[in-house]
Structures are given as structure tokens and as C-alpha cells.
């Protein structure tokens, strides 16, 4: 039997909601239609004088080279956190999953590292792989490795993809961990007697019974690359060497923060919007429909 709330006035809804909507709109719809609006406008570095210039920062920014290699970047980068940071997290919930001695322990101890603040996250990497002064850095150099992520593009990239992973597992593996545990026992112990062994167990029964879990982390960490990696790029690597780490939303922050090109800023940070909003709808259009509810 569905129960409803009915209110005595017709008011009290509307007062509840409004700090929640007030919030949505001055932190969300507000500066959402500022760099809209701004994408479309020109000024000068000191904002004293604005000319309306239609498509042309759209035109001139997708015309730049330099623009479709922070694309290219943005794409390697996005691919690589959600990959592995999924792939990693998953490993680890199927193996803390398992009925073994402190198990509890180590599932705080994998969940600590979401707590961490990005930047935080970027510096212990440094203490780790910093060419002269991180411990497996001076290793690999000492092992004959020539590393230094500070000169070289690739190993930048892979620093960067690594540590935004890194910060990301522990929040894919609350997550798969959950969902492994609400998989029924029964199913699981019933495809054991009919001979399936554990690969072809997790394959066939306990990866389809988790798509729901592993789309909507899919759809997170996605945007979370996209968005949420700032700190981790800027404490690492800056968007260097040679901008081969930088990314969208770092590219979006030079241009308005460094180089006060507001118009040309906003005009990225559409792109980058409508990127993110095209890349959700493909999901939920066409990978939603291999997930099992």
C-alpha cells in the first residue's frame, strides 16, 4: 500500500524545498549562465571595456592546434582514471569481499584514502617519484630507468592518470563492495554445485548483477576526470611539460585565471560542459541498456 504525505499547506512544500533550490540556483544556474553568457563577449585584461562578439571565441578556439591536443590529452587522461581506477576497485572489493581474518581493517584502511585532499594526494606522489628526491623515482634512475616526469610528456601523463586513480578507488570501492555484498549468497553457492568455477562464476553471475552498480560509477568517474582533477594536475605537473598534461578544465583555468582571457575562458568552459553532457546521454542511451536492474 502506497502511503502519501499531504500537507495542511499548500505553502509548508515550497518553504522546504527553497534552500535547497536557492542553493542549486546561486551556486549552479547562476554561473552556469554567466559563462554562457561571457562565452560569447570579449574584454580586455583590466574589464573595462566588452564587445559582443558573437561564435567567434567558439571559432577561433576550435581552430587553434594547441586546443585539439588538450582535447587529445583530455581524452587519454579521462580513459585512463576511469579504467583503472574501476578496474582496481572492483579487484579490491571481490578480494575484501572474501570471508578472511581482519577483513574489516582492511577495508578502513582502503576506504582512507578518498579523505584525502587532491593536492595532498599530488604531493605524496611527489615524495614517491620525484626524480631526485622521491624514493621510487631516484630507484627507477638508479636502476638505469631514465625518469623525470618533470621533463618527460608521457611519464607527466602517467604520473597524473596514476594519482587521480589513485584518489578515485577508494570511493568505486565503497561502492562495489556493496554491491558484491547484496549479491545472494544462494546464487552464488547454487552456480558452485552445477560445477562453475569462481572466474566463470564472477563473469556470468556476479559482474551482470553488479552493472548497475558499475554504470553509475562509470558515469562519476567520468565526470570526476573531467572536473575533479584540477588539484592533482596542478600540484604534479602544472599542465607541463610542454602542456602535455594539460587537460580541459586546467586549460580553461590558464586562460581566465592566468592570462585574464574571461570570453575565451567561458567559451572553453561550454565546450567542456556540452563535452560532458554529450558523454552522460551516450551512456545512458546505449551502455544503460546492457545493465541489469
Not at 566588452?50 to 591536443?69: C, I, K, Q, R, S
Not at 579490491?92 to 594526494?121: E, S, T
Not at 620525484?130 to 602517467?158: E, F, S, T, V
Amino acid at each position: 500500500m502506497d502511503r502519501k504525505v499531504v500537507f495542511k499547506q499548500r505553502l509548508l512544500p515550497y518553504l522546504l524545498l527553497a534552500p535547497q533550490l536557492l542553493i542549486t540556483i546561486v551556486f549552479f544556474f547562476w554561473p552556469a549562465g554567466q559563462a554562457v553568457w561571457f562565452a560569447f563577449l570579449r574584454q580586455d585584461a583590466f574589464g573595462i571595456r566588452t564587445t559582443f562578439v558573437g561564435f567567434e571565441n567558439f571559432a577561433e578556439l576550435l581552430a587553434d592546434p594547441l586546443y585539439l591536443e588538450t582535447i587529445r590529452n583530455t581524452a587519454v587522461f579521462c580513459i585512463g582514471v576511469t579504467a583503472i581506477a574501476l578496474s582496481v576497485a572492483l579487484l579490491l572489493a571481490v578480494l575484501a569481499d572474501r570471508q578472511i581474518r581482519g577483513a574489516g581493517g582492511y577495508r578502513i584502511l582502503l576506504i582512507w584514502p578518498y579523505a584525502i585532499a587532491p593536492a595532498v594526494a599530488a604531493v605524496l606522489w611527489i615524495f614517491l617519484f620525484h626524480p631526485q628526491i622521491g624514493l621510487i623515482g631516484r630507484a627507477l634512475n638508479g636502476a638505469g630507468i631514465a625518469w623525470d616526469y618533470k621533463l618527460n610528456g608521457d611519464q607527466a601523463m602517467l604520473m597524473v592518470i596514476l594519482a587521480s586513480a589513485w584518489k578515485q578507488v577508494s570511493y568505486n570501492f565503497i561502492f562495489f563492495l556493496a554491491g558484491l555484498q547484496s549479491i545472494p549468497k544462494s546464487v552464488l553457492e547454487a552456480a558452485a554445485i552445477d560445477g562453475a568455477r569462481s572466474v566463470r562464476r564472477f563473469w556470468t553471475i556476479t559482474f551482470p548483477l553488479l552493472s548497475p552498480t558499475t554504470f553509475f560509477l562509470l558515469v562519476v568517474n567520468l565526470v570526476y576526470a573531467f572536473f575533479d582533477t584540477f588539484g592533482v594536475i596542478d600540484a604534479l605537473t602544472k599542465g607541463g611539460p610542454a602542456k602535455a598534461t594539460e587537460t580541459l578544465i586546467y586549460r580553461a583555468y590558464v586562460d581566465g585565471r592566468v592570462n585574464l582571457d574571461l570570453g575565451m575562458s567561458s567559451a572553453q568552459s561550454v565546450v567542456l560542459m556540452l563535452v560532458v553532457i554529450l558523454l552522460t546521454a551516450i551512456q545512458f542511451r546505449f551502455i544503460e541498456r546492457r545493465v541489469h536492474y
